[in-house]
């Protein structure tokens, strides 16, 4: 079945660039997710691209995707301390089948 | 627009109890999915409604659970006996029928199975 890896930990400072990068099995999957926990909040839907993307940009968000390295990242510019949270990367076959996570990867920000 | 809710934000249980969970999702979300996250493992698939109808349940993990969906709406999930290894947060996630992928996650309800 589909696997999806991430790095349990990322620590950077505040107002540098956060880079969140993870890796999945499956060159089928057409969606990939990044998704937002904070802390005691349900999960929140940062952004997402089609596998026929290579980039996708939302004001801090940048999502870089290599299809060929079935590799995806998620970069936050300017990091800030409401930032901190743990990033679910996730993908899914089409557009109403179910999702497969990540572990999360826990970002904290030191000053 | 009212976003995903989920009841009880949290629940205490002894093994061998019954423990209901409800799931509203967004009004118009034709589908309707649950997942579970274990231990602080990977979220984890349970099942998924297209309105009143299972599409699909093969994450579901044995026949403690139960999944139904009234008239389209709502969704219960009921773990009949609980185990230990239930203990968990169970989240709710819904979606419009429009090929659009995005699926909206309520806030979670935490199981703790004692």
């Known amino acids: 079945g589909e696997d999806v890896e991430q790095s349990l930990f990322l620590s950077v400072r505040e107002g540098d660039s956060s880079v969140i990068n993870c890796t999945y099995t499956?060159?089928?999957?057409?969606?990939l997710y990044w998704y937002k926990q904070e802390p005691g909040a349900g999960l929140q839907l940062l952004t997402y691209?089609?596998?026929?993307?290579d980039m996708k940009q939302d004001q801090r968000l940048t999502v870089l995707l290599n299809k060929k390295d079935k590799h995806l990242s998620l970069r936050i510019a300017d990091t800030q301390t409401g930032d901190s949270a743990i990033y679910f990367c996730?993908?899914?076959?089409?557009?109403?089948?179910?999702?497969?996570f990540g572990s999360g990867t826990r970002l904290s920000i030191r000053p | 627009e009212a976003g995903v809710t989920q009841f009880p934000s949290h629940s205490v249980i002894e093994k061998g109890q019954t423990v209901t969970l409800r799931c509203d999702p967004i009004?118009?979300?034709?589908?309707l999915y649950w997942y579970r996250r274990v231990m602080g493992k990977e979220i984890k698939f349970l099942l998924h409604?297209?309105?009143?109808?299972?599409?699909?349940e093969s994450g579901m993990p044995n026949n403690r659970f139960l999944a139904e969906r009234t008239g389209g709406t709502y969704s219960t999930l009921k773990v009949q006996p609980a185990e230990l290894e239930d203990s968990g947060v169970y989240f709710c996630?819904?979606?419009?029928?429009?090929?659009?992928?995005?699926?909206?996650f309520g806030p979670g309800t935490r199981l703790t199975v004692t």
């Open positions: 009004s118009g979300h034709d589908n």
């Open positions: 996630a819904s979606s419009r029928t429009s090929g659009r992928p995005e699926q909206y």
């Open positions: 409604f297209v309105k009143e109808s299972k599409q699909d």
């Open positions: 499956d060159s089928s999957s057409t969606y």
């Open positions: 691209i089609f596998s026929n993307m």
């Open positions: 996730a993908v899914a076959y089409s557009s109403a089948s179910k999702i497969i």
